[in-house]
């Protein structure tokens, strides 16, 4: 007995005693503008967190992060229609694929407030242009992008894997094609290690695009 009330006074003493999440551990979830709604990180220590605004004029519904058993909170984004929220499996960054507008995604990385990342890491929208910039170079000069629809299909380790789908056009008003890429990307450096061929990542993950709305 003596052992474990020494056990216990050192875990307080030395920090390593952490608070965590209560309730069931979501490291993914879909959310609305008008829902609340709480997404653990995979280690139960952090809480991004929907806070629904119904009585203004504008979808404006604040997402915050929060350390579970601490009061103050971090703002992440503004949400105005849909997201998805997805944790790092090291529960070090939080992948938010915003959905502002029906057809139209945008991609949000967020590493956890007070880590050396957050001080070091690109801005949350660097995925997002890194993304869109390698495919204006596969899609090549003329092309007008109508939908573009990244979602996550895996995340292991630093590498994760987008597949990256839409519809673009020709000209002023030409006829659709649709258009799917697998984009590998170290989710610390946002260097893309590779692309995948709509063949490839239907082959390698079992995994298809989304080209429509």
Same mark, same amino acid.
């Given at each position: ?140 000069? =003329? ?27 020709? =000209? ?33 993950? =079992? ?7």
């Amino acid at each position: 007995m003596k052992y474990l009330i020494l056990i216990i006074l050192s875990l307080l003493l030395t920090g390593t005693s952490r608070a965590q999440c209560s309730g069931p551990v979501r490291t993914h979830a879909n959310l609305h503008w008008s829902e609340e709604a709480k997404v653990s990180s995979p280690d139960r220590v952090w809480e991004v967190k929907v806070h629904p605004v119904l009585d203004a004029d504008e979808n404006r519904s604040p997402v915050t992060i929060r350390k579970c058993g601490e009061s103050k909170s971090w703002p992440l984004f503004t949400l105005q229609r849909s997201a998805e929220v997805f944790w790092s499996p090291d529960s070090k960054h939080v992948l938010v694929v915003n959905q502002p507008l029906s057809g139209t995604n945008r991609l949000l990385l967020f590493p956890v407030p007070g880590s050396p990342a957050q001080t070091s890491e690109p801005a949350s929208d660097d995925l997002d242009k890194t993304v869109t910039e390698t495919l204006a170079e596969r899609l090549g000069k =003329g092309k007008h992008v109508q939908f573009y629809l990244p979602t996550l299909v895996s995340w292991r380790d630093s590498s994760m894997l987008l597949a990256v789908g839409g519809e673009t056009y020709l =000209g002023d008003s030409g006829p659709l094609d649709t258009y799917c890429y697998g984009l590998r990307i170290n989710s610390s450096t946002l260097h893309v290690e590779s692309v995948l061929s709509e063949r490839e990542l239907k082959a390698s993950t =079992g995994h298809a695009c989304h080209v429509s709305p």
